[in-house]
């Protein structure tokens, strides 16, 4: 190339590099650039540079989000190809066969519950509840050993024990042991409580209950009330400490009776004692002992007034008599007129004009309660097995050993009427109510005939009102109690030969005798006028004490 063209090309490109030179200086200097290549340092630089647009902060999320779930799935990619083919398959066959991401098996497994929320007419406080609970599945396999029974060993259990209905049953299944359980239950409380029927429907009659319930709940005041009359069926009953706690004995309880007018009552027996006790429930504290050397009691009794007590033994004719106002202990050896050598059973008046003493031969002696002196005798055919005293205290009602009943009149002391007890070969007890309109007979063969009291006064072979058939031995004690809606019937010949009767029903209580409640043999059972205590003596040397929730609170 010649000499004078190179030359003009050399200055043509240095022509063409001072502009572009220029222009960099320039764009360094708006910058902020220094000669040096620096940036310089103005305060005002950080104010000029504009602020990121939020278009372009979006667009780098997402950027940021695409690409975490791309690393994701092929994390997942790379743990499949990892699992081994029967961890694969299982997975299939709880969450299904799903390609998507996690959170695709999220929105299917929520998918159900989102469907049977808009179906059903629950509230959102119950549809929160249920969306705590994973939906329920099938088993994947079921176990042929489950459905084996398990059977229940009965006989060396001794609360399961009692629910034997015979020997052949020491092993029950866990469907039948439950059907036993639920009979017990049934029976306690007289048959399925409302709370328990699970076919009860609601109805329109339960939400105006459900309103009056509200209102209950809104106001103050004293609700509670008791019921004008006894139900039948169960008998609401608490047990309450032994009467004769205090003062523990061994022998035959053969009396127990409450005060007529105070919280007391006396409990006497054959350890030739006497003893009276306040009655409070808990711990009934010993009043006062009387003993009687020599003097196994028979039978003891309260005066109508509540100021004596009289009592006779087993083998004498002494009738003692306690004076509980002056503390006096005076015995009466011989009535004038009464040839008996044993003075053994014997009924005061209610009015407490009369004291009848059973004698021998049939013979009933009359005598007054003030002078204790002999008014007059009546006589029956056969021997005397039990007598009592009408409600007025007019008629005397006499059981003798041939199973007759004969009514006596007071005043004249003449026979108004005979009939025979029906069923009845002899008879054992006999108790009158005291509204007057029940006369019930015991007998040997273990049924209690209820009369009308009237029938007895006027039909020569009356027909009882209901014959009580829940003894299997002879009755030997029957006391009504003061409001006549309980009968107490009792066998000593027999453990736990005791049971209460509804009136006027005439239905047992199914609750009483309670189960596993040593009362053995009873000899002797008596109401208290008004707390409504029930009490009766065993062989062991107890008076045990019961206190009824009807008449009383607890």
């Known amino acids: 190339m010649p000499p004078d063209r190179r030359s003009r090309m050399r200055l043509d490109r240095r022509a063409r590099a001072r502009p572009a030179r220029k222009t960099q200086t320039k764009l360094d200097r708006r910058a902020g650039v220094g000669p040096g290549g620096r940036a310089r340092k103005s305060a005002l630089s950080s104010q000029r540079k504009p602020p990121a647009p939020w278009r372009a902060a979006a667009a780098a999320m997402a950027v940021a989000a695409e690409e975490e779930r791309r690393l994701r799935q092929r994390n997942r990619l790379t743990l499949e190809e990892d699992k081994p083919a029967v961890e694969r398959c299982l997975e299939e066959l709880v969450f299904g066969d799903v390609e998507e991401d996690e959170d695709a098996l999220l929105r299917r497994l929520q998918g159900p519950r989102v469907q049977v929320r808009e179906d059903s007419g629950d509230s959102e406080v119950e549809n929160e509840a249920k969306d705590d609970f994973p939906p329920q599945k099938k088993p994947v396999w079921l176990d042929e050993e489950d459905e084996d029974e398990e059977m229940i060993d009965m006989m060396n259990n001794r609360f399961r024990k009692d629910m034997m209905k015979n020997a052949t049953e020491s092993k029950l299944s866990k469907d039948e042991l439950q059907k036993r359980l639920k009979e017990e239950f049934q029976h306690a409380m007289g048959g399925v409580p409302a709370w328990a029927e699970t076919n009860k429907r609601k109805t329109s009659s339960d ?40 003062r523990p004995t061994t022998a035959r309880v053969s009396s127990v009776q409450f005060h007529p007018c105070a919280q007391v009552v006396m409990v006497a027996g054959l350890d030739n004692a006497v003893s009276l006790f306040q009655v409070d429930g808990k711990t009934n504290p010993k009043i006062q002992s009387i003993y009687l050397e020599k003097f196994p009691i028979f039978k003891a009794c309260f005066s109508a007034n509540g100021e004596e007590v009289l009592a006779t033994s087993t083998h004498s004719k002494v009738l003692y008599v306690y004076d509980m106002l002056a503390g006096k202990l005076i015995p009466v050896h011989q009535v004038r007129g009464l040839k008996e050598k044993i003075v053994r059973s014997f009924e005061v008046s209610p009015d407490g004009s009369f004291l009848l003493i059973n004698g021998v031969a049939g013979y009933l002696h009359l005598l007054s309660m003030k002078t204790k002196e002999l008014i007059g005798s009546m006589k029956i055919n056969g021997r005397i097995a039990a007598s009592t005293f009408s409600s007025d205290s007019k008629k005397v009602y006499a059981s003798s050993g041939d199973g007759e009943v ?49 029938s007895c006064l006027q039909e020569t072979n009356p027909k009882p009102i209901k014959a009580i058939m829940n003894l299997v031995t002879g009755v030997t004690s029957l006391t009504f109690n003061p409001t006549t809606e309980i009968l107490a019937i009792a066998s000593e010949k027999m453990k736990e030969a005791v049971r209460l009767v509804h009136l006027p029903s005439c239905t047992v209580f199914s609750n009483f005798p309670v189960k596993k409640k040593n009362i053995s043999l009873v000899h002797t059972m008596d109401f208290s006028p008004r707390s409504g205590y029930f009490a009766l003596g065993n062989e062991k040397g107890k008076a045990l004490m019961y206190r009824l929730h009807h008449y009383s609170d607890f």
């Open 207 to 246: 939400d105006e209950s459900e309103e009056d319930e509200d209102d209950l709940l809104q106001r103050t005041g004293n609700f509670l009330s008791t019921s004008a009359t006894l139900p039948k069926g169960i008998l609401k009953m608490k047990n309450c400490q032994h009467a004769n706690a205090e």
């Open 406 to 454: 004969y009514v006596w009149d007071v005043n004249s002391r003449k026979c108004l009427n005979r009939f025979v007890d029906e069923g009845s070969l002899y008879g054992l007890s006999i108790a009158t109510s005291r509204n007057g309109q029940y006369v019930a007979c015991g007998s040997n063969c273990g049924v209690v005939n209820i009369y009308s009291q009237d």
